[in-house]
């Protein structure tokens, strides 16, 4: 079965600086790899996926995540965070037809 | 389109009523899933349908049953609600098993 890890529950970072999520996953074969952002009182929603191609991928917001296979990481990056990012971060596994979510990585930004 | 739909949003119950968590979706998406969110745990995946009349078990499926009669509707039932059951629930839809997962507005249960 697959499974992630976040290993950072929470992370705070000033506003215009650069921002960086791990996500570390376990699984036997490529899997399905997506990053979704939760605001306060809010359900999920999708910043970016990887399925296969390029290992570098745009998503919305700015933010963009690499995989990187020989680590078993999908980490997630914005060059310059602005106050509205303040959310919590989940990275998730697909493998067959179920979804695996991580732990979560709260990011608060301070002025 | 108003996507995928939770009804309702806030709920209390007491130990040992049982209640329906209702889930439907207007994108004709195949599959559809339910997790539950508790602090530090990130989401837990308790039961998924991948089509009308098939249903599977997720991660946590113990005190849960679903049933799929229709591609709209996946409704989520407590037999027996525990306090252990109180949570935030998540109805999930997505085209197929690698296709984005649309997330509903959730479901805030209290169990006393």
């Known amino acids: 079965a697959q499974s992630v890890t976040q290993p950072d529950i929470h992370i705070t970072v000033s506003e215009g600086a650069s921002l960086e999520l791990r996500c570390n996953y376990s699984?036997?074969?490529?899997?399905?790899l997506f990053w979704y952002v939760q605001s306060p009182g809010q359900g999920l929603q999708l910043l970016l996926k990887?399925?296969?191609?390029?290992?570098l991928v745009q998503g919305i917001k700015g933010f963009e995540a690499e995989f990187k296979r020989s680590q078993s990481s999908f980490n997630l990056r914005k060059p310059s965070v602005h106050w509205s990012d303040a959310a919590e971060y989940f990275c998730?596994?697909?493998?067959?037809?179920?979804?695996?979510f991580g732990a979560g990585t709260t990011v608060t930004v301070r002025a | 389109n108003a996507g995928v739909t939770q009804t309702p949003k806030f709920q209390v119950l007491k130990t040992g009523q049982s209640m329906t968590l209702q889930c439907a979706q207007d994108?004709?998406?195949?599959?559809m899933s339910w997790y539950r969110q508790d602090p530090g745990m990130g989401l837990r995946l308790i039961h998924y349908?991948?089509?009308?009349?098939?249903?599977d078990q997720g991660e946590v499926p113990n005190g849960y049953n679903v049933s799929r009669s229709t591609t709209e509707d996946f409704p989520l039932r407590l037999l027996s609600a525990a306090p252990s059951q109180t949570s935030v629930y998540f109805c999930?839809?997505?085209?197929?098993?690698?296709?984005?997962?649309?997330f509903g507005p959730g479901t805030r249960l209290t169990v006393l």
């Open positions: 699984y036997g074969a490529t899997p399905y």
């Open positions: 990887y399925f296969s191609g390029d290992t």
């Open positions: 998730a596994v697909g493998a067959g037809n179920k979804l695996s």
């Open positions: 999930a839809s997505s085209y197929s098993r690698s296709h984005e997962q649309f």
């Open positions: 994108m004709n998406h195949e599959y």
């Open positions: 349908s991948v089509g009308a009349g098939i249903t």
